[in-house]
């Protein structure tokens, strides 16, 4: 399908779609959004930036308004129709986004509980009647504890970023969440690359998924420029003074392996009087959504993060990704540089290299010849 009015979808999306000029599909969107409106279950892989949520976000609305107008509305508070658990609040916010573009005419209620809010705004989130809940683990099942909420009438169960979710330790809970949702719930897993315990996921609780594997799910946007700079007698930091004073027009990702690491970079660029803001774990929530916010509206110029922001955030204005230090895993190579060049953009990557981080780079090279 070349054209988003080829789904069938109800007027009323289809309407939206085209006043936000959503036009032409995703390779993902082409495949995933018509299983989905079959009613199967799916697993779907694909490069981050290449529209995964919008590929579960429209078969929901239109089941969910299908059912209402055929007299099968909501009829009990507490009692979502679709759950989309996230891994952090952040993603959880923007799929939220995503959802209410198209809410103005279904008239489909979207509520959050996400983590890094209090209880309370969890509790008054799920007051009255609502069709679709957004909730990362640790707070939903918090409150399915509690029995704030009921996930007896869950229609379809979506696991976003999955690997992301897993290799934090969500395991457990992901499969607790799945087994409180009805037996014959659809179930659709979304995630970048899969790992192996993805793997053991999908074979536990999507064992009859459909896969579907988007082509160049495992390689660079193709928009993605890459420069590598070598590291000699690992001092980073002359090359860093070097590569900061090029311009670039958007905003600059560096990215770091470790907390300690990240702390230390900042130090450095503070003594240099640079404009930068931290993102990573083990620190004030609010503050860091906070700086978050600050370098995604263009206020602050560079972003000093772990891989804790290499996944599952839509930032428009990055123009670059400094790898300041290199990751270990493939994986996380592609989730930090997948931050720029999305959606058909241009971007760059610059690499601090040294003998340690061949191996990665071998693999690198393999990927771009792909």
């Known amino acids: ?51 995964k949520t919008l590929s579960y976000a429209l078969p929901i609305l239109h089941q969910l308004k299908t059912l209402e107008i055929s007299g099968k ?44 809010t209090t209880t309370e705004v969890a509790k008054k989130n799920l007051v009255g009647y609502f069709e679709i809940l957004i909730a990362t683990p640790g707070r939903l099942i918090q409150l399915m504890n509690r029995k704030l ?37 659809q179930m659709a897993l979304f995630s970048a690359t899969i790992s192996p315990t993805v793997e053991k996921l999908i074979q536990q609780l999507l064992g009859n998924a459909e896969i579907i594997r988007v082509e160049g799910g495992y390689q660079l946007a193709p928009k993605l420029v890459t420069q590598n700079r070598v590291v000699i007698d690992g001092k980073r930091e002359p090359l860093l003074e070097k590569v900061l004073a090029e311009k670039t027009s958007g905003g600059t990702m560096i990215f770091t392996n470790t907390r300690q690491q990240c702390d230390k ?51 428009e204005n990055v123009d670059r990704v400094i790898n300041y230090h290199l990751p270990q895993e493939i994986e996380n190579y592609i989730h930090r540089v997948g931050r720029t060049a999305r ?18 780079m071998d693999q690198v090279k393999r990927l771009k010849q792909s």
């Open 343 to 360: 959606a058909g953009r241009k971007g760059l990557v610059i690499n601090f290299v040294t003998e340690r981080d061949q191996p990665l």
């Open 73 to 116: 509305g909501v009829t009990q508070e507490m009692h979502p129709r679709a759950l989309v658990v996230v891994p952090t609040r952040e993603l959880g916010e923007q799929v939220s986004k995503v959802f209410k573009t198209f809410t103005h005419d279904t008239r489909l209620r979207v509520r959050t509980v996400l983590g890094g």
């Open 1 to 51: 399908m070349s054209t988003f009015s080829q789904f069938e979808l109800l007027p009323t999306l289809q309407e939206t779609l085209t006043e936000k000029k959503f036009t032409q599909p995703t390779p993902i969107q082409v495949r995933a959004v018509p299983a989905l409106l079959a009613g199967k279950s799916i697993v779907g892989v694909a490069q981050t930036g290449s529209g």
């Open 149 to 185: 909420v009921n996930l007896n009438e869950v229609r379809t169960l979506v696991i976003d970023e999955a690997d992301q979710m897993l290799d934090a330790g969500f395991l457990p809970e992901a499969q607790r969440i799945a087994d409180f949702c009805p037996t014959k719930c």
């Open 265 to 315: 970079l900042a130090a450095l660029l503070e003594t240099q009087e640079y404009s930068f803001v931290i993102y990573r774990g083990e620190m004030d929530k609010v503050e860091r959504r906070k700086n978050l916010q600050a370098f995604r509206d263009g206020k602050i110029p560079f972003l000093i993060s772990t891989d804790l922001a290499s996944r599952g955030l839509d930032l």
